[in-house]
C-alpha cells in the first residue's frame, strides 16, 4: 500500500470516529463512498471493510459512553437479538446482489440517513412521554424484535450500521434519556456490524489491512469526539454531517448512471 494511500484512508478513519461519536451515526457512510469512489474499492468489498471499521469504533466509542453510566442493554436486549439475526440474512442476500445494484441500494440508504439524521438534529431534544407505550411486555419485545431484524437486514444488506434507527427505537419505545440512548445504540451497533462483518468476510469481501489503517485514524477521532461530544453544538453538526451524507449519496448515483 502506498503512502499516499495510507494517508489518504487515515483521514477517511479520522472523519469516521468523528462522525460515530459526536452524532451516534454509523461511519459506513464516510468510509463506503470514499473507498469506491478514491480507492478504487468494489461495493461488496468496501462495505465489508466499513463494517469492519465500524466495529471497532463502535466498541471504542461506547466504552467512553459505558465509564459514564450511559450504557443499558438489558432493555434492550430484543433489538439485539433481531439485529444479530438479520445481519446474517442481509449480508447473505448481499452476496447474490451484483456490484452495480449493491452501489444504488447503498447510495439511497446514504440519503434516507442523510434525511433522517437532519431530521434528528432539528428534534434534538426528544420527549420521551411522547414516545410509544405498551401495556404488555410481550407485545414490547415483539416489536423490538421485528425493529432490530428490519435493522439488521439493512446493516448486512448495504453495511449501515443503523445507529439513527436504533436510537430512535429506543428513544421512543425504551424512553431512556438521549446520552443513554446514545451509549447503548452505539454498543449494539456495534454488535449488528460484527454480524454483518462475518457474513461479509465468509465471502472474502474484507480488506483487512486498509480497515486496520482507516480504524486507527477512527479510535483516535472517537476517543477525542465521545470526551468532548457535550460542549460541542449538536445540532449545527447533525446538519453539516446530514447534507454530506445526502450528496455523497446522489453523487453514487449519478457516477452509476453514467457508467
Known amino acids: ?16 470516529g468523528t462522525v460515530t461519536s459526536l452524532i451516534g451515526a454509523s461511519g459506513v457512510c464516510v468510509v463506503v463512498p470514499a473507498l469506491t469512489l478514491f480507492f478504487g474499492l468494489n461495493s461488496h468489498l468496501a462495505i465489508g ?37 438479520g445481519a ?3 449480508s447473505h442476500w448481499a452476496g447474490m446482489i451484483n456490484d452495480t445494484s449493491l452501489s444504488m441500494i447503498f447510495a439511497v440508504v446514504l440519503i434516507i440517513s442523510g434525511i433522517a439524521t437532519l ?6 431534544h426528544f420527549d420521551s412521554q411522547k414516545g410509544i407505550h405498551f401495556k404488555s411486555s410481550f407485545t414490547q419485545a415483539l416489536l423490538l424484535l421485528i425493529i432490530g ?8 444488506l448495504v453495511g449501515a450500521g443503523g445507529g439513527v434507527m436504533i436510537l430512535l427505537a429506543i428513544i421512543f419505545i425504551l424512553h431512556y434519556p438521549v ?7 452505539t454498543v449494539i451497533m456495534a454488535i449488528t456490524a460484527l454480524s454483518s462483518m ?16 482507516i480504524a486507527s485514524g477512527a479510535v483516535i477521532a472517537g476517543i477525542i469526539g465521545a470526551r468532548y461530544a457535550n460542549s460541542i453544538n449538536e445540532e449545527k453538526l447533525n446538519r453539516v454531517i446530514s447534507w454530506i451524507f445526502i450528496i455523497l449519496g446522489f453523487i453514487m448515483i449519478g457516477m452509476r448512471l453514467i457508467h
Open 149 to 156: 431484524s428490519v435493522i439488521g437486514v439493512i446493516s448486512g
Open 179 to 185: 446520552h443513554q440512548a446514545v451509549g447503548t445504540s
Open 198 to 213: 462475518i457474513g461479509y468476510a465468509r465471502q472474502g469481501n474484507v480488506d483487512w489491512l486498509m480497515g486496520l489503517f
Open 88 to 90: 446474517q440474512l442481509g
Open 119 to 124: 431530521k434528528k438534529g432539528v428534534n434534538n
Open 1 to 16: 500500500m502506498q503512502m499516499l494511500t495510507i494517508v489518504g484512508v487515515i483521514i477517511v478513519g479520522l472523519i469516521t
Open 49 to 85: 471493510t466499513s463494517l469492519m471499521v465500524d466495529v471497532i469504533t463502535s466498541i471504542v466509542v461506547a466504552i467512553n459512553y459505558f465509564k459514564h453510566g450511559n450504557v443499558r442493554l438489558q432493555a434492550s436486549l430484543w433489538i439485539t437479538v433481531g439485529s444479530i439475526l
